[in-house]
């Protein structure tokens, strides 16, 4: 398989040369499919109406199209039913939906009191059920990681017992490319009677997802890490949970009943969640992205796979370079520090050489405490990357290090003795 097979479907990259822009950003957000843009795009210039509300013929087959778009993820991460598929603003829309919904609910009060979170969680996994615990008096537990940032599974599951309500981790790792190992975790939850919250945001675009045989509680994902549109999401919860739980936020077309006589009464799950008019272009868009993920789902881990394994190798070969996270187990995204060199430095010389990628700590601030380091670079790749790119990153990442690595050393020429 060529490097290059993909490339011709994102029109930001179709008339750039790799030598003019570069981009190692794909875990920040993705870049856009044609066929992503396109439907939006024609959602707003030709097919323009709300959904589930007027009945004239526009609406009716922006609706059918919209309702298509929840089975096409349902179909995706292999849930049993739509009704279990919640359009969300995005993961940490999701997320907060989620904490702020199993407060309310009474899904909480047979439980234990503790929330389990990774240390490498995303803040979005993170703020929220602190705020959770603060408002419900709950208490959050944290899953330690060993000294490159990667889960500790054994202390991680003793720490699942009678005590836990709810245990929240990202299948995969932003800051890291970790891949948790969510299954026994999931398991261990189960025995134990608590809630298991899956982040897929950082999974889905770069491995098969089946929330069945994984058998979460829910799971989140981003459409624009994806190849889709930003401000699109999706929560999947198993329906018996998601009928158990109150509304989030209130208002048209998650109603039943409204009257000024009675208090309102509200639809079944995903309407119950979806108030006011969503992100129909969004939905629409989301749609046609994952339908390129799933008919080249085995192309693109092979071609990543293949990206990732050279990204490896020149990272290695420059003996400066510190790898961060578990190479062995990771999706095709490295971070790294540099010895003796300034990160945030580091990428601002990169972006010079038309390479964009990010520095810092990756909203996963307890992590970085944790491994008691100021950031790190993150290369993360994607299906549209190619060999001639890490060819020039190599280049620029060691003439970089080189002109970094003499400003660091220049003071102390100057101050030796004669
Ligand atoms: N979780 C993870 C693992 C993420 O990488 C991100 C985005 N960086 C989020 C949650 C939040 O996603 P969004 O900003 O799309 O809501």
């Not at 309702?67 to 179909?75: C, D, G, L, N, Y």
């Not at 899953?143 to 981790?169: R, Y």
């Not at 299948?171 to 134990?192: D, E, F, T, W, Y």
Request: charged letters at 15%.
């Amino acid at each position: 398989m060529s490097a290059t097979t993909f490339r011709h479907l994102f029109p930001i990259l179709v008339d750039r040369q790799p030598e003019q822009y570069i981009y190692f950003d794909s875990a920040a957000t993705s870049l856009k499919l044609a066929s992503v843009i396109h439907t939006t795009q024609d959602y707003y210039q030709s097919n323009t109406s709300n959904v589930h509300r007027s009945s004239h013929k526009v609406a009716q087959h922006v609706t059918e199209q919209f309702e298509q778009a929840r089975r096409v993820v349902q179909q995706f991460i292999n849930a049993k039913n739509q009704r279990e598929v919640i359009w969300t603003q995005g993961a940490t829309d999701s997320l907060n939906l989620l904490a702020q919904c199993l407060g309310r609910s009474s899904l909480l009060d047979a439980r234990g009191t503790e929330i389990l979170i990774a240390a490498t969680e995303h803040h979005s996994n993170i703020v929220p059920w602190q705020e959770l615990a603060r408002q419900y008096n709950l208490v959050i537990k944290v899953m330690p990681v060993d000294a490159n940032g990667v889960l500790k599974l054994h202390d991680a599951l003793q720490l699942i017992s009678k005590h836990t309500a709810i245990v929240a981790i990202g299948h995969v790792s932003n800051a890291l490319g970790n891949i948790n190992p969510v299954q026994a975790i999931i398991q261990r939850a189960k025995a134990h009677g608590a809630i298991s919250v899956i982040d897929g945001t950082q999974a889905v675009a770069h491995m098969p997802v089946d929330v069945v045989a994984l058998d979460c509680d829910f799971y989140v994902f981003s459409g624009h890490k994806i190849y889709g549109p930003t401000g699109i999401g999706v929560l999947y919860g198993k329906l018996p949970l998601l009928e158990a739980l109150p509304p989030y936020r209130l208002g048209g077309e998650m109603v039943k009943t409204v009257s000024f006589k009675q208090a309102a009464t509200f639809q079944p799950s995903p309407l119950k969640f979806e108030a006011g008019t969503p992100n129909i272009a969004g939905v629409l868009g989301l749609a046609e992205a994952i339908k390129f993920i799933e008919s080249n789902m085995h192309e693109i881990m092979a071609l990543e796979q293949t990206l990732y394994l050279q990204l490896l190798q020149l990272l290695e070969n420059i003996p400066e370079v510190t790898l961060w996270g578990d190479k062995a187990n990771s999706i095709s995204l490295q971070s790294f520090t540099v010895k003796g060199v300034n990160v945030y430095d580091l990428a601002l010389l990169l972006d010079s050489h038309n390479i964009a990628l990010r520095v810092g700590h990756h909203c996963a601030m307890p992590l970085f405490n944790e491994l008691a380091i100021d950031g790190v670079l993150r290369v993360s790749l994607s299906c549209y990357n190619n060999e001639q790119e890490l060819a020039l990153f190599d280049i620029a990442l060691r003439d970089s290090i080189a002109t970094l690595s003499q400003q660091v050393v220049e003071p102390d020429v100057r101050h030796k003795p004669s």
